[in-house]
């Protein structure tokens, strides 16, 4: 009988994305699909260090895996993702019960690694990314997906910033961008297999194609000032059938005119823009090594709107960085205010080992007052996210379909191009990836409420279908 896997994700998009490499992987060598972890054979936990309670949930879950390899030991457990990469032996060191412990940049061995691992305990870290060996970039390995109308496409991994907080940097090595003809046939093959929805993932997604021409000019090339990231935005939504591109995340200090251009004049890109703002306050942000003022990433969100007809706009804030003082919040508080946020993703500020920011422990704030911050920053953005959302109300949006409604299975999920949920009654069950024409009735300050006007074919060859034909 063929052994079965599970794997739990941690962390961002593009742990997600690894996941569905390592379970292509796993089922290339034979396994099965789990249902639950405590039936599976073989136990991937990919793990996130972004943020401390990361590492807590990652012990916790060890801790309650000790009890589960006791009662059945040959279950495998296996520690992938940055966790792995920072931690490497202290995790076999903190539990001994792990079997094999791989890093971000073997994600392609995760096979073969579980197999040695029944000769017993198994590290394997690699320093950076095989640069010179882009085609077998683990980014480029197939992916299990698991909604079939949307996919991820790693363009670059790692990250060259500096920002003090961050330990990305520590764990996911310098940048590396993908050649962009690479990245437009793996999209054409993925339209060509139904997907009319791409994410491009990278840390720092404006800066892509960067090393690209720093690679050149050290192997005495001539060196084109492209591709940009603009150039790659343009040549994928030139490709048949993919109807919305997200991309996530761009850094306010690369967001460059023509990365906007590109976002105003291809119809696919999506009218929705994720730009990490961090904090309000320049003296913080200049603390954090930021590279840009709060006045500069106003001005480039105002060169964005104006462009962009309709752009949703979200963003990442960390609350409490070392020596934030009240009036450095209170700055952060303007610029979210002025900003108008759709959404925001809000952090406390958590140290991590290693970065330049967990050694300023003297400046560290008050938790009590962080907690305090943390609640008026949350109580600003959602003033903001609500309006925004209150002024689609009356309106026809158009989705793609989900699923079933995570809190009601009666009612749809379908997501907007600006990224709004909105979750609508269907008579009849309308498969994920379909296109519809949603009316708004109702607004919260995460989510929409409508009623479907319509089934319709994706925007390229849009002629209306009656929803009775579904
Ligand atoms: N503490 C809190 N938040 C952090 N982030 C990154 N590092 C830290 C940290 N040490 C947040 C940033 C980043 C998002 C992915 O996570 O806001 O944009
Ligand atoms: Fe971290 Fe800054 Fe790089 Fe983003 S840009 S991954 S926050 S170092």
């Not at 990490?276 to 090594?289: E, N």
């Not at 929409?448 to 009775?468: D, K, S």
Request: glycine content about 8%.
């Amino acid at each position: 009988m063929s052994r079965s896997y599970f794997i739990r994700t941690y962390g961002c998009q593009m742990n997600e994305h690894d996941t569905g490499r390592i379970a292509r992987l796993l089922e290339a060598d034979g396994m099965t699909s789990a249902d639950a972890m405590e039936s599976a054979d073989v136990i991937v936990l990919n793990t996130c260090c972004i943020r401390e309670n990361a590492d807590n949930k990652l012990y916790g879950q060890l801790g309650h895996l000790k009890r589960l390899k006791q009662a059945r030991p040959d279950v495998q457990i296996a520690v992938a993702g940055c966790l792995a990469q920072k931690d490497r032996e202290m995790i076999q060191e903190r539990a001994d019960h792990v079997d094999v412990v791989f890093g971000t940049h073997n994600v392609h061995r995760a096979a073969e690694l579980i197999g040695a691992a029944a000769d017993g305990p198994v590290i394997e870290i690699l320093e950076a990314a095989v640069e010179d060996d882009r085609d077998s970039f683990p980014s480029a390995l197939p992916v299990r997906r698991d909604a079939p109308y949307a996919a991820w496409m790693t363009i670059q991994a790692g990250c060259d910033n500096s920002c003090a907080f961050c330990i990305v940097p520590a764990v996911r090595g310098a940048e590396v961008s993908r050649p962009m003809e690479l990245l437009v046939a793996e999209a054409a093959e993925l339209a060509a297999g139904g997907v009319t929805e791409i994410t491009l993932l990278g840390q720092n997604v404006n800066s892509y194609g960067r090393d690209l021409q720093r690679n050149r000019r050290r192997a005495g090339q001539p060196v084109p000032l492209r591709p940009l990231f603009a150039d790659l935005l343009r040549s994928i939504g030139g490709v048949d059938g993919i109807e919305r591109i997200r991309f996530t995340s761009p850094h306010p200090k690369d967001l460059r005119s023509e990365t906007i251009d590109s976002m105003a004049e291809v119809p696919a890109v999506c009218e929705h823009l994720h730009l990490p703002l961090q904090s309000g306050s320049s003296r913080v942000l200049a603390a954090m090594h930021r590279g840009y003022t709060a006045e500069r990433y106003l001005e480039r969100l105002r060169a964005a709107r104006a462009a962009v007809d309709d752009l949703a706009v979200s963003t990442d804030i960390i609350v409490g960085f070392p020596g934030e003082t009240e009036d450095d919040f209170r700055q952060t508080l303007l610029v979210a205010a002025e900003a108008e946020f759709d959404s925001a993703f809000t952090f406390v500020y958590s140290p991590r080992p290693g970065t330049e920011a967990a050694a300023m422990a003297d400046e560290f704030c008050d938790p009590d007052e962080v907690r305090e911050r943390f609640e008026r920053l949350r109580e600003v953005v959602e003033r903001s996210s609500r309006r925004g959302n209150q002024a689609r109300v009356g309106g026809c949006e158009e989705v793609v379909v989900e699923g079933p409604s995570k809190r009601d299975p009666g009612l749809l999920t379908g997501r907007t191009r600006q990224n709004r949920l909105v979750h609508f009654p269907a008579a009849q069950a309308l498969k994920p990836g379909t296109f519809a024409a949603v009316e708004v009735v109702a607004a919260g300050a995460h989510h929409l409420r409508g009623e479907l006007a319509e089934v319709t074919a994706p925007p390229r060859w849009r002629t209306r279908i009656p929803v009775a034909a579904f």
